[in-house]
């Protein structure tokens, strides 16, 4: 049954990017629970047909590199042709890479600003047009709390964050009133990105309990709740929202050290 609680989803064709997994999977269901038509593009197409298989008919998955222009030229129009004219974007496709500007190569920093950066503007530069012919579109863009503030040793990742906000901010002004283009900024969330990222850690739960205690809330957050934002932003109840970067981080890096309570 379609839940009408985000209306403007019900009906329209969504693209989520990296949408096989962590929160781009989380968005992929959550806007497919609205009654959106969603197209999960992703490198790992069996993770993404499982998904949708696991969803119903109502979300297709895509595999492609969606840091390659002609990949995602193609995909967008095949996904126009089964689905309908996409009218809804999550740029959500995203990878990590560890170290500091002398540690990082050419290549490394090439990849990163590719996935992070780059598919974000190709796939809003294919999506667009189709935006402009139905008169309505809305974007949103998954950047990072490290949009703002820096991990050690996150030099690329860092900068192909802040590089989102900046994006989002470009396209709103761009094709405003017709598109709102709006970019979200989670702290850490529980996805594959997060286990991955500290595969190699011995004590796990020490670190994760270290990650915790960053947040005001003391937990980390769910992917669940990262889709309900985007899920907002893309709905008719943020009618009045563009160009904004709207941090969901547990209030990480809001309270000043020292304490004065007894
Ligand atoms: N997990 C976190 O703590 C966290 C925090 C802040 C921001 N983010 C951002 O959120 C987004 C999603 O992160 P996640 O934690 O769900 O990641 P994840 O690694 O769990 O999932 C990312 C998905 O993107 C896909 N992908 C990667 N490169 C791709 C490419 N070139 N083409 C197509 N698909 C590709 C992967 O196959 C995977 O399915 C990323 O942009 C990430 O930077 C994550």
């Known amino acids: 049954m379609v839940n009408d609680a985000y209306p403007g989803l019900s009906g329209k064709t969504a693209i989520v990017t990296g949408g096989a997994k962590g929160i781009g999977a989380a968005c992929v269901q959550f806007l497919a629970e609205q009654g959106a038509n969603v197209a999960c593009l992703d490198l790992d197409k069996e993770a993404g047909n499982s998904l949708a298989a696991t969803i119903?008919?109502?979300?297709m998955s895509y595999g492609l590199d969606v840091s390659k222009s002609s990949l995602v030229h193609e995909t967008v129009k095949k996904v126009a042709e089964d689905l309908g004219s996409p009218t809804l974007l999550?740029?959500?496709?995203?990878?990590?890479?560890y170290g500091t500007v002398t540690e990082t190569t050419d290549q490394q920093w090439?990849?990163?600003?590719?996935?992070?950066?780059?598919?974000?503007?190709?796939?809003?530069?294919?999506?667009?047009?189709y935006m402009l012919s139905?008169?309505?579109g809305a974007i949103v863009n998954v950047a990072s709390v490290q949009s703002?503030?820096?991990?050690?040793?996150?030099?690329a990742y860092c900068a192909s964050?802040?590089?989102?906000?900046?994006?989002?901010?470009?396209?709103?002004?761009?094709?405003a009133p017709t598109i709102r283009c709006n970019a979200i900024c989670p702290g850490t969330v529980d996805t594959p990105m997060l286990a991955d990222a500290i595969a190699d850690v011995s004590d796990k739960e020490a670190i994760l309990q270290e990650c915790r205690d960053m947040y005001l809330m003391k937990r980390i957050a769910e992917p669940l709740e990262v889709a309900q934002l985007v899920a907002y932003l893309l709905s008719n109840l943020s009618s009045f929202i563009t160009g904004q970067a709207i941090r969901i981080d547990g209030g990480i890096g809001?309270?000043?050290?020292?304490?004065?309570?007894?």
Request: proline share 3%; with cysteine; net charge positive.
């Open 90 to 97: 999550v740029n959500n496709a995203g990878i990590s890479h």
């Open 161 to 175: 964050k802040a590089g989102i906000i900046g994006l989002s901010r470009a396209i709103a002004v761009d094709h």
């Open 148 to 155: 703002f503030m820096s991990q050690q040793r996150v030099a």
């Open 110 to 129: 090439d990849r990163i600003l590719d996935v992070n950066l780059k598919s974000y503007f190709l796939c809003a530069r294919e999506v667009i047009p």
């Open 134 to 136: 139905a008169g309505k």
């Open 56 to 59: 119903g008919p109502n979300v």
């Open 254 to 262: 809001l309270e000043i050290g020292a304490s004065v309570r007894d």
